[in-house]
């Protein structure tokens, strides 16, 4: 990507996404920062529902909607690479989010406190990026967060789901937050954002299901290094 399009390509996404960008999540605790692993033997990730959306605004950033996003997923390893396929619409501003390819499947706090934070994967790769039906010009990754919320010991169980956009230098590397929704309860619209492992208010029944599969003894994945998982995956922050 030259300098004249990545200059561009900021403008672009502020405007189309009417607010809906968090570029700088202002008021935010910062999340602890963990090694992260590829599982090994390698397992595997399902899921599919919705959540609510926040929409920035300039005394908030996050003055929620009530509008609804919803996703489907999968996301492993296979043959000793990385596979998958994230579909992600925001209602909000017509957003849809379609992965080309899947770059990274990892642990992103292995060992963490509680230890049913052991259960969240993320799914990193690059995307097309539209605006109700339009190609939204630049080059796109992704990270997703997902937590399989119902192997915690603590009910009432809820799984979670978050997302992160970034655009991407010539390179493929990670280069800037453009879309931010942390990590929060499927069918709610409250991030759990505070560095741990979070339970859900009991009266948000529903919203869909994400499945942690266990793994296959004879599956692995490719062997990354920290550096390289922040390359395909960008900044960690969207929170348990």
């Not at 859900?200 to 990354?224: M, Q, R, Y």
Request: aromatic share 6%; glycine share 12%.
């Amino acid at each position: 990507m030259n300098k004249k399009t990545k200059s561009i390509v900021p403008m672009l996404i502020t405007g189309l996404l009417t607010g809906a960008i968090l570029v700088a999540m202002l008021g935010f605790k910062s999340t602890p920062v963990y090694a992260h692993i590829v599982p090994f033997p390698c397992d595997f990730t399902t899921g599919g529902g919705f959540i609510f959306v926040s929409q920035s605004t300039s005394s908030s950033p996050l003055a929620e909607t009530g509008q609804k996003a919803n996703f489907g997923l999968v996301g492993g390893c296979k043959n000793g690479g990385f596979f998958g396929h994230v579909n992600y619409v925001d209602h909000n501003n017509g957003l849809h989010v379609s992965s080309d390819t899947i770059t990274a499947y990892v642990n992103p706090c292995p060992g963490c406190s509680p230890p049913a934070a052991n259960n969240a994967r993320d799914i990193c790769g690059t995307a097309d990026v539209s605006i109700n039906g339009s190609p939204v010009p630049g080059n796109w990754g992704f990270r997703v967060r997902t937590i399989d919320a119902e192997k915690q010991s603590s009910p009432p169980p809820k799984d979670k789901f978050g997302i992160h956009i970034h655009s991407l230098d010539s390179s493929g590397n990670a280069v800037s937050t453009e879309y931010l929704v942390p990590t929060r309860c499927l069918a709610s619209d409250g991030p759990t954002d505070t560095g741990t492992v979070m339970t859900c208010s009991a009266v948000n029944p529903g919203g869909g299901d994400i499945e942690l599969h266990k793994h296959n003894p004879s599956n692995t994945g490719p062997s990354l290094t920290e550096m390289q998982i922040s390359a395909a995956c960008g900044a960690d922050d969207l929170g348990y």
